[in-house]
């Protein structure tokens, strides 16, 4: 599938009142940056990376005449209204390995939960390497067999082809364990027969 293709404009001005400015119509600041690339402030607009890029994690910006393959390599969002406040977009070239963080995927949560079980994912990215192209939006891991006491480490994470994964393989991705019980302590009833003091 080809990368969706985002036309961006430079941004001058750094100021915190331009900043409100560009937010407060929809589009989204942006840095883009490389291995010889100098960085570069940008503005998104807002409608369009949010109906193209979505779900994806390598897109094409298009400044003036020049169109940049690039890995969306961090989205900052506001922690209440969840409004995107700045996004970096790392630039690749198509034929060097880039080493990046996917996102991890669960499979099969609802018949883990079904049999009783409760779900710990300590980590929700993986650290793969390869070509841009070979680089997936997203791993999946099939978690539906999983039953309390089972685990997951990242070296049981299915890779597509072309990629090799760089973070640690027995790192736990997740955990099944099994809901905590609710102890309810009867009332003590007053039989009269307490020593008084």
Do not use: W
Not at 75 to 86: A, C, E, F, T
Not at 118 to 133: K, N, S, T
């Amino acid at each position: 599938m080809a990368a969706p293709v985002i036309t961006a404009s430079k941004r001058m001005s750094r100021t915190k009142g331009d900043l409100k400015r560009i937010r407060a119509t929809g589009d989204i600041p942006a840095v883009i940056y490389g291995k010889s690339r100098v960085p570069q402030s940008l503005v998104l607009p807002g409608a369009d990376f949010r109906m193209r890029a979505k779900g994806h994690r390598m897109i094409e910006v298009r400044i003036d005449n020049e169109q940049v393959p690039v890995v969306i390599q961090d989205i900052m969002v506001h922690p209440i209204d969840r409004q995107i406040l700045h996004i970096e977009l790392h630039a690749v070239a198509m034929d060097e390995q880039t080493q990046v963080f996917v996102p991890i995927i669960l499979n099969g949560l609802e018949l883990v939960e079904k049999h009783g079980g409760i779900v710990q994912q300590q980590v929700r990215e993986a650290e793969v390497i390869g070509l841009p192209q070979s680089i997936p939006d997203f791993l999946t891991l099939d978690i539906s067999a999983m039953q309390v006491g089972d685990s997951l480490r990242m070296k049981d994470i299915p890779l597509t082809s072309g990629i090799t994964l760089c973070s640690p393989g027995e790192e736990v991705v997740l955990s099944v364990i099994a809901p905590k019980l609710h102890v309810v302590e009867e009332p003590v009833v007053a039989t009269g027969q307490e020593q008084r003091v």
